[in-house]
């Protein structure tokens, strides 16, 4: 089984803080995602990446950064958190192509309040 | 733009019943089309797919339905069961595979006994 799992399940950080999200996979699969969930917004993706140092930007990259060291680890970072980023963060990972059966795996979420 | 919609943010079926949730998309371009279950504090799970090759694809009590010219796909549930209340997501490639799926907002299902 995949199994994608992220450092925290709930984090408090103060306005201002340099917040640190991680996600690591053991399944060897290219592609990493960072997405937050907000009700009524559902899941928008923040940044992605699909190799090792490679990133791209999602929807909503804006106050965010990623680093990608290492296959299986792809971290969210939060230069200077702020209120507005208080929810629900999720990481994904798939393998890396085209094929009916291929999805995302994700992480069990971190929830984030910034206060 | 959204390029995925579900327009109905909850739905509510009795125990063994139909449950039916639709999900619109816009880009005529998206190849590949996926359902996520999503259970409160704990992150989605797939749940079905469907190539738009397809019309149908079933597993189980689940079916998804693609009609391409509408640009419109449909998951149903028969029986649905207490333990399907959740929230669904509708997600959308360009790729045919998994590198960066559009999501909708979700619709959530709550199936009474």
């Known amino acids: 089984d995949v199994k994608v799992t992220q450092s925290s399940r709930y984090l408090v950080k103060r306005t201002g803080e340099k917040v640190f999200l991680e996600c690591v996979q053991d399944?060897?699969?290219?592609?990493m995602f960072w997405y937050r969930q907000d009700p009524g917004l559902g899941l928008r993706l923040i940044y992605f990446s699909y190799d090792v140092k490679m990133k791209e930007k999602g929807d909503i990259p804006e106050g965010y950064s990623v680093s990608r060291e290492k296959k299986e680890r792809f971290s969210l970072i939060l230069e200077s958190a702020s209120t507005n980023q208080t929810s629900m963060y999720l990481c994904?990972?798939?393998?890396f192509g085209r094929g009916p059966l291929e999805t995302q795996y994700f992480g069990p979420g971190t929830r984030l309040l910034v206060l | 733009d959204q390029q995925v919609k579900q327009n109905s943010p909850s739905l509510s079926v009795q125990e063994g019943r139909i449950s039916i949730l639709n999900c619109d998309y816009t880009?005529?371009?998206?190849?590949?089309f996926l359902w996520y279950k999503k259970y409160p504090a704990e992150g989605p799970t797939f749940l079905i797919s469907i190539s738009s090759i397809k019309d149908k694809n079933e597993d189980g009590r689940f079916t998804v339905f693609l009609n391409k010219s509408a640009k419109h796909l449909s998951l149903h549930i028969v029986p649905s069961q207490p333990g399907d209340s959740a929230v669904y997501f509708c997600?959308?490639?360009?790729?045919?595979?998994?590198?960066?799926?559009?999501f909708g907002k979700g619709t959530k299902l709550t199936v009474n006994p």
């Open positions: 994904a990972s798939s393998l």
């Open positions: 880009n005529s371009m998206f190849d590949y």
């Open positions: 997600a959308a490639s360009t790729q045919g595979g998994s590198e960066k799926l559009v």
């Open positions: 399944m060897d699969h290219e592609n």
